[in-house]
């Protein structure tokens, strides 16, 4: 070969060689970070090129896939009455990417996932047309019916888990919305989409998992476990030291009880069962503020809970001691999502233990192959055995005899606890209405439910959580039951 033609050959050479990094460095250094790249049209045309795969509740999608004609997105995400599982599946829209499940499990939805790999290279040589795997959820379609009916057109939340596995078995968060209105990329669903970012209401919003309120006497239950837990009271029959009237520490003001209640050095059983303020905020000042975030702790307080979708995180605040006490009753800086007070619910229905919250049970392959499945957890121990059934017989008398009869099931053992929530300036706000509750059967627990409700609509002096959430924890607790039979 002659000089030119050597200096030639050797500079296309370079030529290809360059080429060849700059494509490896593309495809292999960069791919992942191109692929997030939120104006990279083309992985949101991918995402749409083809069926998603499905949510599934109880057997059956809650989702599907249409063709859509007149865009390069092959196909558009639909649900079947979305109102009511948008608190579980989220949303997946051509123009506003996805949340919750239909994000978190967006690889296996798509097909995409690694978990996929050999699937899809089978596929290559099959020829088979490619489709998205689908996620397997926990949820008891019964149970989320009953929740999402009971509370109608009021604004609140509920969860209920099984206690003895942890698998969230409802999760209803209203008002609701349809994720199918901005599902597309037209200026209708633009506007749908405004429209309810602009709801005052806040129907995106997942009360569920994003929302925190003041727990009420629900969390009384927590400092009873708490007294229990350090020794500072044994037994649930006998009296405790409790003057009435009890001055918060360090201030002139009594703590007020609702009405005129026999808690006069009540027992925790009656005082439970009564809901009496003294008793549980004198409780909290007496163990002090280490010893009740110590224990809030154990039940998930303070820490951010993956379900996979992300709840936000309770809080029992490190304060002051008339603050202290006062959180020891629910009120104060103490603040709990639906989730977690179901949490709390179920670790004493569970005899102490905790499982950790979940609600994706299986990952199916597009054949339907389970490439996962979800094996329970424990989070912690709250309190021992001992301690958590003395605290059942207190929740069952509160729905035999206290404020809590309207979740009487006939021939069910029922725990719970209701809670009457002040918030707002000087509690200026309508309060919130509170019901933590277990079912018990035969061969042990297989519910626990947390209910909230905002009755802006209510009466101030009609507004309980016997009288407005209780009666939707029970019908949640009845249709898990009777599903099982």
């Keep these: 070969m002659n000089k030119p033609l050597r200096r030639i050959a050797i500079f296309c050479g370079l030529l290809v060689l360059a080429l060849l990094v700059r494509v490896n460095w593309l495809q292999y250094v960069r791919a992942d970070e191109l692929n997030a790249n939120e104006h990279n049209r083309r992985v949101q045309i991918e995402r749409y090129a083809h069926e998603r795969g499905n949510i599934i509740v109880d057997g059956e999608p809650v989702t599907g896939s249409v063709e859509t004609k007149g865009s390069d997105f092959k196909y558009k995400r639909v649900w079947k009455n979305g109102p009511m599982w948008a608190p579980v599946t989220g949303f997946s829209s051509q123009a506003f990417d996805a949340s919750q499940l239909e994000s978190i499990e967006d690889g296996i939805l798509t097909g995409n996932s690694d978990q996929l790999f050999f699937d899809r290279t089978l596929s290559l040589f099959t020829g088979e047309k490619k489709t998205g795997g689908n996620i397997v959820t926990t949820l008891n379609s019964a149970a989320q019916k009953a929740a999402f009916k009971g509370l109608g057109d009021k604004k609140g939340a509920a969860a209920a888990i099984d206690p003895q596995t942890g698998a969230i078995l409802a999760l209803v968060s209203t008002p609701s919305y349809d994720p199918s209105v901005f599902a597309g990329n037209s200026l209708k669903d633009a506007d749908a989409r405004q429209q309810l970012l602009k709801d ?15 727990p009420g006497s629900t969390f009384k239950v927590v400092t009873a476990a708490a007294a229990l837990e350090n020794g ?62 110590e224990e ?34 629910g009120q104060a800086s103490n603040r709990a999502t639906p989730l977690q007070m179901a949490m709390v619910a179920a670790a004493i229905a569970n005899d102490g233990k905790l499982m950790q919250p979940y609600m994706v049970a299986d990952r199916q392959a597009p054949n339907l192959d389970v490439i996962y499945t979800h094996e329970k957890e424990q989070l912690s121990q709250p309190l021992s055995g001992e301690n958590a059934q003395k605290l059942q017989e207190m929740m069952q008398t509160v729905v035999e005899s206290g ?44 519910v626990a439910v947390a209910v909230v409700v905002e009755d802006g609509q ?18 949640v607790m009845k249709a898990v039951i009777d599903s099982k039979k």
């Excluded at 000087?426 to 309060?431: C, D, I, L, R, Y």
């Design 200 to 214: 005052k209401d806040k129907p995106m919003l997942n009360r569920a998992l994003r929302e925190t309120y003041p």
């Design 232 to 293: 500072l009271y044994t037994n649930i029959d006998e009296a405790t030291k409790s003057p009435l009237p009890w001055r918060l520490p360090l201030t002139s003001s009594d703590l007020e009880n609702e009405g005129n209640i026999p808690c006069k050095n009540a027992s925790l059983r009656e005082a439970l069962r009564w809901s009496c303020n003294t008793v549980f905020g004198k409780m909290s000042d007496d163990l002090g503020n280490d010893k009740m975030i």
């Design 296 to 329: 809030a702790n154990k039940f998930g307080f303070n820490k951010e809970i993956f379900t996979p979708v992300r709840a936000d995180a309770s809080v029992y605040p490190k304060d002051n001691r008339p603050q202290n006490a006062m959180a020891g009753i």
């Design 403 to 446: 404020t809590g009869q309207n979740a009487k099931i006939p021939g069910v053992t029922v725990g719970g606890k209701t809670g009457t929530a002040q918030h707002g300036l000087n509690n200026s706000e309508k309060p919130y209405a509170w019901f933590i509750s277990y079912a018990k059967t035969d061969s042990g627990s297989p």
């Design 458 to 475: 209510a009466n101030r002096d009609d507004i309980s959580g016997g009288g407005l959430a209780a009666p939707i924890a029970q019908a």
